[in-house]
Structures are given as C-alpha cells and as structure tokens.
Nanobody, 125 residues
C-alpha cells in the first residue's frame, strides 16, 4: 500500500485542522492504520490508531478529547480531526499502515510497515 498524507499547515492555538491520508490499492480495509508525529529533536510518537475489522480506536493521552481518528474504507482514506490544537502539537505528522500490528503493539512505530511522507503541522501561540 502507498500512503499520501495531506492537510497540514499553520494554525493558531485553539484552532482546528483536518489531516487526510490517501491510500492506494484495493485492500485498504485489511490494514490497521495509525497517525504518528515527530517534532524536531524528538522521537516519533504515537498519536492515534484505528484497527481493521471492527475499527477499534485509540488516541494518545496527550491528544485525548481533542483529536479523533476515522477511516472511510470505500474511499481508501484515513482522517485525523485535530481540535483545540496546542503549540505542543507542532510536528510532522505521518500516517502508517500495518497488517501485522496487534493491540498491544499499537503505539510502537516498528509495528507499522508502511508510511506516508509526512505533513507539517505548526501551531502558533
């Protein structure tokens, strides 16, 4: 699967942004999907995941109540709705896919075998 993230940009603190990830191929529904982010000088960190099948979701504690992950299997699209953003959300955001990730490894970037190119999100204070 090939992934293309988009929707990043500059937004003021308290604002909203919607990130999208377009996936190629006809088997999008068979992948569990995730969003990760990486700020300068920091390691890549888990943001949110949505699993294949029943579509179980999880978000990082730092974004809980502000970010929502969803997917549209008919359109091969993954979305991250970002509300009430904070300067600490500034990072490059990556979408990722995996057929092998299990719930206990959902926050580990190494569990995802496919990655998009990333989209920059900058939150100004």
């Amino acid at each position: 699967v090939q992934l293309q993230a988009s929707g990043g940009g500059l937004v003021q603190a308290g604002g909203s942004l919607r990130l999208s990830c377009a996936a190629s191929g006809r088997t999008f529904s068979s992948y569990s999907m995730g969003w990760f982010r990486q700020a300068p000088g920091k390691e890549r960190e888990f943001v949110a995941t949505i699993f294949r099948g029943g579509g179980s979701t999880d978000v990082a504690a730092s974004v809980k109540g502000r970010f929502t992950i969803s997917r549209d299997n008919a359109k091969n699209t993954l979305t991250l709705e970002m509300n009430n953003v904070e300067p600490g959300d500034t990072a490059i955001y990556y979408c990722a896919a995996s057929v092998r990730v299990i719930w206990s490894t959902r926050v580990d970037p190494a569990a995802y075998g496919y990655w998009g190119q990333g989209t920059q999100v900058t939150v100004s204070s």
